[in-house]
């Protein structure tokens, strides 16, 4: 046990954050933003992957993952849901995007409040009859939900079946940035942007009531429901703002690809992005951002070795999990109020 | 003098059954605003399931609970906490990965009308509520007498902060009555003193208290009337020295072995 002292990155960056005067924390959270948006840019160092575009792994899986395993960790982490069925808003997105990109003259940014909007609506409808479960239950459900939508969108003329929609057209230029399939930087800025803005609202959320509603319905459901929390609308929250995020990844994936088909849509994305979840930590955001980012990046990194990566891969998963049983970076469990001193703000 | 007072709370021969047991039959129950009532019985007598009947844990099989004029029957259980009734738990059920304000503040946000959206773009009503919240929890922690836990994990607390820290909770939510099931179990003389005298002040802050407890002299000490629940029923109901001489209370306490705890 005593290695986790020397482990303890967690409570290493978050004193470093509380001690800092405002103006050092501007800095960090600057230098930070910079140095990941230069990212793109250091193909030639030791981080490139082998066979697969540095720029594109960089884009798919990293950033979406990321971006991804964010909007599970509301589900999930926040408010202790096990939802299985998380692709489903992913692919609502990708669709929303695909069919109006290629039916109407909608461009990725007009598509994308649609796209967040139909996953949104989505996740209230699942979320009304279906989160008056717990636990096993709701996983059960929702692993139902993530199949149905998966095997509507395969068997549905709509959505040109097994085919696939083809000719998706990607996003247009913003100013100088332009959008091309050989140099995916502005992509990953993108995706960038769109993983600030989630972090930025849960960090909102979590510090004011919808986080103390989530936390307590976490840890003690009922007692949360008779000290007046309304649970059933807090986790219908929780889903639909998941679902949100999704149906974003969704919209900027599909734009991205230029292709979609209903295969991509599968339960084992849903399963990878819950270990992202799980092997980065629970719960935490910093912790959720490094563990997808290593499960995004680890199997390009190491595709030299072709068929034996997967192994290798699952072989990664199995000892950190028994090394660091709560993931990289755990939740906070630190002996102080998370509430934001309004007072002093 | 406590009958000019109002009715607070009013079961009204409520049944409870749950399958082939029951476990109240038919109890009438008043409450009046402002007094402490102590609820005992012995084991398996039904004190709890009162609570939980009270509070929308479980629908009473037959029977009106009415609550200050509304019926509870039909209310979900934040509304019956948001209408105005707060508990405790027998064995604690605090948030443990929380700190003892953020359990209090939870609590607190009951009766606050901003919402996810408020939170999110931190409307000037979303701010302001925080730091109301904040000081009303900050002020219940003072009042219990346990602020300086107040940045302490909950579940790090020691044995007798824990079970204050429930009674701050309940009072959190703004209650006008508070349930407190065995608030003072195993505490020692001591510390049951102390809670006495807490309850006592929550009294005279103005809530009124409903009260499960097996510590008699703890009872007779604060308690303005006593109800005396046994199998389910309801056999005495007054002030404590009356209850005390009750040959029926005696009965049920001592004559029934196999109740004894």
Known sequence: MKIRNYWNLRDFGANLWENASRPKRVAIALISIGFVALLPFMGASFLATPIASYDAVLVYPVGMFVLMSLGLNIVVGKSGMLDLGYVAFFAIGAYTMAILGTTTKLNTWEVMPIGIALSMIAGVLLGIPTLRLRGDYLAIVTLGFGEIVRLVLLNSSW??????????????????LKFELENQKVFFWVVMAMILLTIWMIRRLTVRRPGRAWEAIRQDEDAAELMGVHTLKYKIWSFTLGAAVGGAAGVLYASKN?????????????????????????????????GATILGYLPDRIRFISDARLLVFGLVLVIVMNFRPDGLLPRKKREKAIVKREANA | MASTRKTLLKLDNVTMKFGGVTALNGVNLEVKEGEILALIGPNGAGKTTVFNVITGVYKQTSGIVDFDGISLGNQKRYQVTALGVARTFQNIRLWGDMTALENVITATDVHKKSGLVGALFGFPRARRE????????????????????????????????????????????????????????????????????????????????????????????????????DFGTKIADDIPSVVQKDPRVIEAYLGVPADAS
């Open chain 1, 159 to 176: 959505s040109k079946g097994p085919n696939g929609i083809a000719n998706v057209p990607m996003p247009p230029n913003i100013g100088p």
């Open chain 1, 258 to 290: 230029l292709y979609i088909a209903p295969e991509m849509f599968t339960l084992n994305v849903s399963i990878l992005i819950l270990a992202c979840v799980v092997f980065g930590g629970i719960g935490n955001i910093w912790g959720v951002v490094i």
């Open chain 2, 130 to 229: 925080e730091t109301e919240n904040r000081e009303r929890a900050m002020e219940i922690l003072r009042f219990i007498g346990i602020d300086e836990y107040s940045d302490r994990l909950a579940k790090n607390l020691p044995y007798g902060v824990q079970r204050r820290l429930e009674i701050a909770r309940a009072l959190g939510t703004g209650p006008k009555l508070v349930l407190l099931d065995e608030p003072a179990a195993g505490f020692n003389p001591a510390e049951k003193v102390e809670l006495a005298a807490t309850i006592k002040r929550v009294r005279d802050a103005g809530y009124t208290v409903l009260l499960i407890e097996h510590d008699m002299s703890l009872i007779m000490g604060i308690s303005d009337r006593v109800v005396v629940l």
